[in-house]
């Protein structure tokens, strides 16, 4: 069995999505969204490529949460 229970896994993801939710529905305010990643964490974005480090997975996500049409969608769907 891994480190952690499929109950704490599942409780993080919960967190993770109503993170994102909150986030953007808040008048686009992604600063909680990227602290929920360590300072070291590597990024992997399918089209916008890779962002190594909390700084700059927030320099990415700020700018581009808040533009059209992401910045119109009710909701992003979970990953």
């Known amino acids: 069995m891994g480190q952690y229970t499929r109950d704490e896994i ?3 993801y919960a967190h993770y999505r109503d993170t994102a939710k909150r986030c953007g ?3 686009q305010r992604w600063d909680e969204w990227a ?3 360590t ?3 590597v ?3 399918h089209l916008y ?3 190594e480090g909390r700084a700059a997975i927030r320099a990415w996500i700020q700018p581009t ?3 059209f049409p992401t910045n119109a969608m009710p909701d992003l769907p979970p990953p």
Do not use: S
């Open 39 to 41: 300072a070291d964490a």
């Open 65 to 67: 949460l808040n533009e």
């Open 25 to 27: 529905n808040g008048g």
């Open 10 to 12: 599942e409780t993080a």
């Open 49 to 51: 490529g890779t962002f």
């Open 35 to 37: 602290d929920l990643f």
């Open 43 to 45: 990024y992997y974005e």
